[in-house]
């Protein structure tokens, strides 16, 4: 078997069949795309070379700098409320506390649903006439603060976030779960025999030793940010009037409801290069650090 | 040993190999299954959108396809049926791809077919036309599908909108059913003092609350005006366009329409309308199944009227929004073109004649000597109100070019918000680019 290894052929064919999807299926698609963001094409018949118009367009288009703000925000909101809050669940659960095992597979369910089905489910949360959310409200007595929350502007983008944000916790948590657990015991018994408290030992042991799967998270959750669509698309469309649209949405209604496919491709191009600039920025910052 | 091993290794991995690609490229022919077997029969695809529970068309299409494939061995229908915005995706694919089925359904036409009517995707079926056939269209039908003077559908149903009212409700508020504007303006007053939410937008899917737009401007300039409008989009910027846009935003003040319908879809509007949640609700007749559907809880309850016309408005209650002709197409990569529109031209009265009597949509056929005694009151309505029509415009989202229509529905949305004042919409409104078809 260490013969077939060794072998330079017997590795190409390997990996051949594997390059072979990857290729026809990731990045023959990108380079089409980049070859259609440069035309003025209705998707049918044929398109006019148009160059970088498309682009330029789309950085002076207020709705798509919208859309771009609205998916930059929510990066912001991954990395500040959702990568905190599974920290912190993730040490906690590592704690060896009781029901451990039930906890970690409760907070995991949602990463399991489809994300339709809690756009629905939230949907109906938010829904103005009989959700959840606002019948709590006006059974505590708050009936002045239910509203219309996916449907006005000043509330959509957060009431949009939290389904998200919640979504993928149980996600990011039992990466950092695994993290933790995969710290040596002695380290911790050690901690233990001088004195330090558990949040000290959390702050100075587990989360410096938790550097490469943090890093993970980050990456993960800042592209998740980027590419979000599903959510979004059932929750709200995009609206009310473009306050909650994210680059993927913007494309996706720019190509099948104008037929631009031109300008839909150019930002799909742009969120492709913007989660490879992400990736390789968080990179750095975690080499330098 | 190992030599061995190597040697067969690498021979499954290429038969592994090989394999896979073969697989890929096999089913290169795709959705042209159109083949002329040993005994001389032709087999045609048929794809269409009518697969709902409540949509009558969903059952009758396979009927008349059993029927047409009994009646003639020779000419064989193969039917696949996708539900509606998956279609839409679905077709516009393989119609880019030049893989389209030999018939397929085209919903409204206008806009959404034109571009695959100006890049030849579509077979000109004018020559296979008889008077004959012609003959047996509702009047001002075979005009009507005219593209540019040449034919590529046939109708099969019309659709014309009209406001929905819940008499229940009505009463229970004491309001008197609108038939102006002023009395549809004291009838939102005393819905709304009585608790009951006047109207219903489904404003998500911003198309309901179009229609509401495009009804009141017409009503107030007439349906000459708009079509002037759609040639030269400059027409938008007038006087009627701005008391038009101040007349929607007068009514959402007014509290009209539900607080919550920037997060109601389409399809929550109709439940919440069918569930006596709103007293109104401006729509076209293909929601007339559910309402007279066993679970609707408005059954029998609700009357179809004419939008109330304006004090100070050109247009009148004849003057009517809808029209739009739904059809199939044959695909211009058909290889039996003589066949499939032999086909299109049967299914197509069929579906008309036999679509009407089940409450599918109003005739696009002739239908003396039908037994019309089993439609529903609200589907008999629609066709009185047709009767009267003196003028058609049909959805304006299929006669503005598709980027000019998303920017006609979100202006819309914006009137709707009071984000925009009236004469920014119609400033706007005036950006727009002017029809492709020929109105």
């Known amino acids: 078997m260490n013969s077939v290894f060794s072998n330079k052929k017997a590795i190409a064919i390997f990996v051949l069949p594997t390059l072979l999807i990857f290729c026809t299926i990731v990045l023959v698609p990108i380079f089409v795309s980049s070859y259609y963001s440069l035309l003025d094409w209705n998707g049918v018949g044929k398109g006019a070379f148009i160059g970088l118009d498309n682009y330029k367009e789309m950085f002076t288009d207020t709705r798509a700098l919208n859309s771009i703000k609205n998916s930059m925000l929510f990066a912001a909101a991954s990395i500040f409320i959702q990568l905190p809050l599974s920290l912190v669940l993730a040490l906690i659960l590592a704690s060896t506390i009781k029901g451990e095992g039930f906890y970690r597979t409760v907070y995991f369910i949602p990463v399991l649903i489809s994300t339709v089905v809690i756009a629905q489910l939230w949907s109906k949360i938010y829904n103005a006439d009989y959700g959840l959310l606002n019948w709590l409200l006006e059974s505590i007595g708050l009936s002045n603060l239910a509203q219309d929350w996916l449907g006005q502007k000043d509330t959509a983008l957060v009431a949009s976030f939290i389904p998200t944000l919640w979504q993928y916790v149980g996600y990011h948590m039992l990466l950092m779960y695994a993290g933790a657990k995969s710290i040596s015991q002695d380290i911790f018994e050690a901690a233990k025999i001088d004195g330090a408290s558990r949040i000290r030992t959390a702050f100075s042991i587990t989360i410096p030793l938790m550097r490469p799967i943090l890093k993970v998270c980050l990456v993960f959750s800042v592209i998740g940010a980027f590419k979000v669509f599903d959510l979004i698309y059932v929750l709200t469309g995009g609206g009310p009037l473009f306050t909650t649209e994210v680059p993927s949405t913007l494309m996706y209604t720019t190509i099948f409801d104008t037929y631009r496919y031109g300008y839909g491709s150019a930002i799909s191009v742009f969120i492709i290069l913007e989660c490879l600039v992400f990736t390789v920025i968080i990179n750095k910052f975690f080499k330098t650090e | ?439």
């Open chain 2, 1 to 439: 040993m190992k030599a061995l091993l190597k040697k067969s290794m690498s021979i499954i991995l290429a038969v592994g190999l090989a394999g896979s690609l073969a697989a890929c490229s096999s089913d290169s022919s795709g959705g042209k299954t159109t083949t002329k077997d040993g005994s001389g029969s032709v087999k045609l695809t048929l794809w269409d959108q009518s697969v709902g529970n409540t949509d009558p068309s969903a059952k009758l299409l396979p009927q008349i396809i059993e029927k047409w494939n009994s009646e003639h061995p020779d000419i064989q229908i193969e039917r696949t049926g996708t539900t509606g915005e998956q279609y839409k995706t679905k077709i516009k694919t393989s119609l880019a791809a030049s893989e389209a089925p030999d018939i397929f359904y085209g919903m409204g036409g206008g806009s959404f077919m034109q571009p695959y009517i100006e890049s030849g995707n579509v077979l000109e079926i004018t020559s296979y036309l008889t008077d004959d056939v012609k003959s047996r269209m509702a009047p001002g039908m075979s005009e009507a599908i005219e593209v540019d003077g040449k034919i590529y559908t046939l109708p099969v149903y019309t659709h014309i909108a009209n406001l929905f009212v819940n008499t229940e409700l009505f009463d229970k508020a004491g309001a008197k059913i609108p038939t102006t504007y002023t009395e549809m303006l004291d009838a939102v007053e005393k819905l709304n003092a009585a608790g009951i939410t006047p109207a219903l937008i489904g404003e998500k899917d911003r198309w309901p609350g179009m229609y509401w737009y495009d009804m009141i401007a017409m009503r107030q300039a007439g349906n000459d005006a708009v079509t002037e409008a759609f040639k030269d989009p400059s027409k938008w910027d007038s006087p009627e366009f701005v008391a038009a846009a101040a007349k929607m935003q007068e009514l959402a003040k007014a509290g009209a329409f539900n607080k919550s319908m920037f997060s109601m879809s389409y399809d929550e509007m109709l439940g919440a309308f069918n569930a006596g949640n709103g007293a109104m609700m401006f729509q076209a007749n293909w929601v007339n199944a559910g309402i007279e559907d066993p679970s609707s809880a408005v059954k029998g309850k609700v009357k179809v009227i004419p939008f109330p016309v304006f004090e100070d408005g050109k247009g009148k209650n004849t003057e009517i929004f809808g029209g739009a002709v739904d059809g199939f197409y044959v695909s211009n990569t058909t290889e039996h073109p003589k066949e499939a529109v032999e086909f299109l031209m049967y299914l197509s009265e069929q579906l008309g004649t036999q679509g009407y009597l089940a409450g599918a949509g109003l005739p696009s056929w002739n239908i003396d000597g039908l037994d019309t005694s089993g439609l529903s009151t609200l589907d008999q309505s629609a066709a009185d109100i047709m009767k009267t029509a003196t003028s058609f415009i049909a959805w304006w989202d299929n006669i503005l070019p598709a980027d000019s229509a998303e920017t006609h529905k979100n202006l819309i949305a914006q009137l709707l918000a009071d984000d925009i004042t009236p004469e920014e919409f119609c400033k706007q409104m005036a950006q727009l680019k002017p029809t492709e078809l020929s109105l």
